[in-house]
């Protein structure tokens, strides 16, 4: 069956770079039309969406974020990592990565298998 | 960047209620809409991809509708376990731009 996990660490101060890896399983990122994006939301906050990597290495970032944001894989791990550089107390939120199947345009198409989450807060 | 928005933000419904909720998006998007439910602690579960189609295993009293900018969600029989906040999430374009999210509760 399809898991993720996320990992990282809970606390980082502020400007610090922030790495989180995503291991996952029964699914291999070197499969034709699949995906692994990072997610994340602050307390009490909607979702937004930061990156994503796809199988052919194809690489998105968030509008607003992409300056700050770097997604790479390693498919013989099964693990896709996320940084993020310059971290502020905003960035304090639930980070999430997840699966998607990337439709006939190369979109991620809906986010099927979710990890359950990593909280990390950004403190000095 | 795609804009979502979501109404109402909030809800208060008895058990066995038709709850809906509708999703906007800022331009023409198509079918190209799903829909999330995310209890509190625990990350969001698909529940309709493309506006309408039902995720298998997902109880049928939810249901989704729409297409170009307007969408809905409607439970049929609200239930205590449907007690949770529901997002609606455009694909049409990157970035893959969640709504502002609603949450519902048990009157």
């Known amino acids: 069956q399809v898991t993720l996990r996320e990992s990282g660490p809970a606390l980082v101060k502020p400007t610090q770079t922030l790495t989180l890896t995503c291991t996952f399983s029964?699914?291999?990122?070197?499969?034709?039309?699949?995906?692994v994006s990072w997610i994340r939301q602050p307390p009490g906050k909607a979702l937004e969406w930061l990156a994503l990597?796809?199988?052919?290495?194809?690489?998105y970032y968030s509008t607003s974020l992409k300056t700050r944001l770097t997604i790479s894989k390693d498919t013989s791990k099964n693990q896709v990592v996320l940084t993020m550089t310059n971290m502020d107390p905003v960035d304090t939120a639930t980070y999430y990565c997840?699966?998607?199947?990337?439709?006939?345009?190369?979109?991620?198409?809906?986010?099927?298998?979710w990890g359950q989450g990593t909280l990390v807060t950004v403190s000095s | 960047d795609i804009q979502m928005t979501q109404s109402p933000s909030s809800l208060s419904a008895s058990v066995g209620d038709r709850v809906t909720i509708t999703c906007q998006a800022s331009?023409?998007?198509?079918?190209?809409l799903n829909w999330y439910q995310q209890k509190p602690g625990k990350a969001p579960k698909l529940l309709i991809y493309?506006?309408?189609n039902l995720e298998t295993g997902v109880p049928s009293r939810f249901s989704g509708s729409g297409s170009g900018t307007d969408f809905t969600f409607t439970i049929s029989s609200l239930q205590p376990e449907d007690i949770a906040t529901y997002y609606c999430?455009?694909?049409?374009?990157?970035?893959?731009?969640f709504g502002p999210g609603t949450k519902v509760d048990i009157k």
């Open positions: 331009q023409d998007i198509s079918n190209y």
């Open positions: 493309d506006a309408s």
């Open positions: 029964g699914f291999s990122l070197s499969t034709s039309g699949m995906c």
């Open positions: 990597i796809d199988w052919d290495d194809d690489k």
């Open positions: 999430q455009q694909y049409d374009n990157l970035p893959p731009i």
């Open positions: 997840a699966r998607a199947p990337v439709d006939s345009s190369g979109l991620p198409y809906y986010f099927d298998y």
